[in-house]
C-alpha cells in the first residue's frame, strides 16, 4: 500500500452535461480525423448509444458536493475529466469552461481513452481463500467509502487510532469514480486505516467495475487478499465475503457453489454475508439473481446476518420474515447522500449520542428496520440535507457477537446484540 496518488478532482454533474451536451461533434471529429477499424467502428457505435441513453439517466436534481451515478458510461466520462485535469491537459473540473475548448477534439480523445478500458480477468478463490481469525475476534466494516472525501479520511484515521486489537477492515465496494488506478491509489490504498494488527480486504463494487475492474484487482495484491471473494473463519462463524459486481448484483463464477460448500462444512457455525450488493430494500430495487443463486441457503435460514453498500445509508433491519436473517446496509463510509425523507408516517426516533433515526415499517420488499437520518458536517455547503457518514465495528465473543455504528470521529450511534 505504498503508492501514493494525488488527490482526484471533483467532476461535477454540470461538467458532464456539458460534456455530453455537445457530444454532437464527436461523430464528426472521429470519423474525419480517425480512420476506424471494422472493431474500432463497432465501438463507437456502441458508445454513441450509451451516450444517448446515459444523457437521459443524468437527474434533474442537483447533484450536490459530488456525484457519481449508477451508470458506466457517465462514471467513465467523469474519470476521463479528472484524469484530463490531474495531467494538466485542462484547468481543474471546477474551474473548465468548455467553451474555451475543443470539445471535437476532447470528444475525440475520451474514444481513445475509453475504447481501453477492458475487464480484468476473474480471480478465482484457492485454499487460501478461507483464511482463520481468534474466537474474539473485532472487525471494521464500511461501505461506499472510496470518495477520499468528507466522513472519508475521518473514518480512516479513527480506526487507524482505535484502541485495542483490530483483525479486519473490511471495506464493502465502490471507489469513484470508475475504480481506475489512480482513482484506486488515491481514494482507497492511499487513505486506508492503517494498523500492524489488522489485515485489510476490499469487496468489488459496480464502480470498481466500470473501470474494467483493473485499479481493483491491482489493489487486492497490495492490500494481500487473495481474490475478489473470501471467508473469514473460526470456531463459532463463518464471515463470508461475495462478489457480486464482476456481474453486476449477481455471482460470478463458482461462488454459489463454493459459499455451498463452506457452509456444508461449517458444522454449528453461524454464517454471515458481506457484499456489495443487497439482497433487499425498503429504498431501491433488488436483484433477483442474487438471491436466486443463494436460494437454498436464505431458503433453509442458514444465514444469520448480511452486511452490505451500494444504497448510500445506513439502515438496519429486523428479522427477514421469510429467511430469519438480519439486514444491515451499511453504505454510508463516504458518500454525500441525501437524507431520508421522512414520508410523514415514520416515527421519529432518538439513538445514542443524539443520534436521529426513522422507523421503517415492514412492507413487501423488505421487513421493518431503522434508517439513519442525522445531517452530514462534513459536507460544509449544506450538512443538513446530506446524510451522516460512518462504519460499523463488528465484536465476535466466541458464539455471541455484539454490533456498533460508529460516526466517523468516533462516537457511537446504535449499539445492539447480534445473536440472542
Same mark, same amino acid.
Given at each position: 500500500? &505504498?503508492?501514493?496518488?494525488?488527490?482526484?478532482?471533483?467532476?461535477?454533474?454540470?461538467?458532464?452535461?456539458?460534456?455530453?451536451?455537445?457530444?454532437?461533434?464527436?461523430?464528426?471529429?472521429?470519423?474525419?480525423?480517425?480512420?476506424?477499424?471494422? &472493431?474500432?467502428?463497432?465501438?463507437?457505435?456502441?458508445?454513441?448509444?450509451?451516450?444517448?441513453?446515459?444523457?437521459?439517466?443524468?437527474?434533474?436534481?442537483?447533484?450536490?458536493?459530488?456525484?457519481?451515478?449508477?451508470?458506466?458510461?457517465?462514471?467513465?466520462?467523469?474519470?476521463?475529466?479528472?484524469?484530463?485535469?490531474?495531467?494538466?491537459?485542462?484547468?481543474?473540473?471546477? &474551474?473548465?469552461?468548455?467553451?474555451?475548448?475543443?470539445?471535437?477534439?476532447?470528444?475525440?480523445?475520451?474514444?481513445?481513452?475509453?475504447?481501453?478500458?477492458?475487464?480484468?480477468?476473474?480471480?478465482?478463490?484457492?485454499?487460501?481463500?478461507?483464511?482463520?481469525?481468534?474466537?474474539?475476534?473485532?472487525?471494521?466494516?464500511?461501505?461506499?467509502?472510496?470518495?477520499?472525501?468528507?466522513?472519508?479520511?475521518?473514518?480512516?484515521? +479513527?480506526?487507524?487510532?482505535?484502541?485495542?486489537?483490530?483483525?479486519?477492515?473490511?471495506?464493502?465496494?465502490?471507489?469513484?469514480?470508475?475504480?481506475?488506478?489512480? &482513482?484506486?491509489?488515491?481514494?482507497?490504498?492511499?487513505?486506508?486505516?492503517?494498523?500492524?494488527?489488522?489485515?485489510?480486504? +476490499?469487496?468489488?463494487?459496480?464502480?470498481?467495475?466500470?473501470?474494467?475492474?483493473?485499479?481493483?484487482?491491482?489493489?487486492?495484491?497490495?492490500?494481500?487478499?487473495?481474490?475478489?471473494?473470501?471467508?473469514?473463519?473460526?470456531?463459532?462463524?463463518?464471515?463470508?465475503?461475495?462478489?457480486?459486481?464482476?456481474?453486476?448484483?449477481?455471482?460470478?463464477?463458482?461462488?454459489?457453489?463454493?459459499?455451498?460448500?463452506?457452509?456444508?462444512?461449517?458444522?454449528?457455525?453461524?454464517?454471515?454475508?458481506?457484499?456489495?450488493?443487497?439482497?433487499?430494500?425498503?429504498?431501491?430495487?433488488?436483484?433477483?439473481?442474487?438471491?436466486?443463486?443463494?436460494?437454498?441457503?436464505?431458503?433453509?435460514?442458514?444465514?444469520?446476518?448480511?452486511?452490505?453498500?451500494?444504497?448510500?445509508?445506513?439502515?438496519?433491519?429486523?428479522?427477514?420474515?421469510?429467511?430469519?436473517?438480519?439486514?444491515?446496509?451499511?453504505?454510508?463510509?463516504?458518500?454525500?447522500?441525501?437524507?431520508?425523507?421522512?414520508?410523514?408516517?415514520?416515527?421519529?426516533?432518538?439513538?445514542?449520542?443524539?443520534?436521529?433515526?426513522?422507523?421503517?415499517?415492514?412492507?413487501?420488499?423488505?421487513?421493518?428496520?431503522?434508517?439513519?437520518?442525522?445531517?452530514?458536517?462534513?459536507?460544509?455547503?449544506?450538512? +443538513?440535507?446530506?446524510?451522516?457518514?460512518?462504519?460499523?465495528?463488528?465484536?465476535?465473543?466466541?458464539?455471541?457477537? +455484539?454490533?456498533?455504528?460508529?460516526?466517523?470521529?468516533?462516537?457511537?450511534?446504535?449499539?445492539?446484540?447480534?445473536?440472542?
Amino acid at each position: 500500500m &505504498e503508492r501514493i496518488a494525488a488527490p482526484v478532482p471533483r467532476v461535477s454533474k454540470r461538467m458532464v452535461e456539458a460534456f455530453l451536451g455537445a457530444h454532437e461533434s464527436v461523430t464528426a471529429a472521429v470519423a474525419t480525423k480517425e480512420v476506424l477499424s471494422a &472493431e474500432d467502428r463497432a465501438r463507437f457505435d456502441a458508445l454513441q448509444a450509451a451516450i444517448g441513453l446515459a444523457k437521459r439517466e443524468i437527474p434533474d436534481e442537483p447533484a450536490g458536493e459530488m456525484w457519481a451515478p449508477e451508470n458506466a458510461v457517465l462514471s467513465q466520462v467523469q474519470s476521463f475529466l479528472a484524469e484530463q485535469a490531474l495531467a494538466g491537459a485542462m484547468p481543474p473540473p471546477e &474551474e473548465v469552461m468548455y467553451d474555451d475548448h475543443d470539445l471535437g477534439g476532447w470528444a475525440q480523445s475520451f474514444f481513445s481513452w475509453w475504447r481501453r478500458i477492458i475487464k480484468h480477468r476473474f480471480v478465482d478463490a484457492t485454499a487460501a481463500s478461507v483464511i482463520p481469525i481468534p474466537n474474539q475476534a473485532r472487525l471494521a466494516l464500511f461501505g461506499d467509502w472510496g470518495s477520499g472525501r468528507y466522513g472519508a479520511p475521518v473514518l480512516a484515521g +479513527t480506526i487507524g487510532r482505535m484502541p485495542g486489537r483490530l483483525d479486519a477492515v473490511i471495506h464493502l465496494g465502490d471507489t469513484y469514480y470508475s475504480g481506475t488506478e489512480n &482513482e484506486v491509489a488515491s481514494h482507497l490504498l492511499a487513505v486506508w486505516p492503517r494498523r500492524t494488527d489488522a489485515r485489510g480486504f +476490499t469487496l468489488n463494487g459496480n464502480h470498481e467495475m466500470y473501470g474494467g475492474g483493473i485499479g481493483y484487482f491491482q489493489a487486492l495484491a497490495q492490500l494481500g487478499q487473495p481474490s475478489s471473494y473470501f471467508a473469514l473463519r473460526n470456531d463459532d462463524w463463518l464471515i463470508v465475503a461475495l462478489d457480486t459486481a464482476y456481474d453486476n448484483h449477481s455471482l460470478h463464477g463458482n461462488q454459489a457453489d463454493w459459499l455451498t460448500g463452506l457452509a456444508q462444512t461449517a458444522g454449528p457455525r453461524r454464517i454471515v454475508l458481506l457484499s456489495h450488493h443487497q439482497p433487499f430494500s425498503a429504498f431501491e430495487k433488488s436483484g433477483p439473481a442474487l438471491v436466486q443463486a443463494l436460494g437454498t441457503l436464505l431458503n433453509g435460514g442458514r444465514i444469520h446476518a448480511w452486511y452490505w453498500g451500494h444504497e448510500h445509508r445506513l439502515a438496519l433491519y429486523e428479522p427477514h420474515p421469510a429467511w430469519g436473517l438480519l439486514g444491515r446496509c451499511v453504505g454510508h463510509g463516504g458518500y454525500p447522500y441525501f437524507k431520508v425523507a421522512n414520508p410523514g408516517a415514520w416515527d421519529a426516533l432518538t439513538g445514542d449520542s443524539g443520534s436521529q433515526w426513522l422507523r421503517i415499517p415492514a412492507g413487501a420488499r423488505s421487513p421493518g428496520g431503522i434508517v439513519l437520518s442525522d445531517d452530514n458536517p462534513y459536507v460544509l455547503d449544506d450538512p +443538513t440535507r446530506y446524510g451522516a457518514n460512518g462504519f460499523a465495528l463488528l465484536q465476535l465473543n466466541g458464539p455471541r457477537a +455484539t454490533e456498533q455504528y460508529l460516526r466517523p470521529d468516533g462516537p457511537s450511534v446504535h449499539t445492539a446484540a447480534l445473536t440472542a
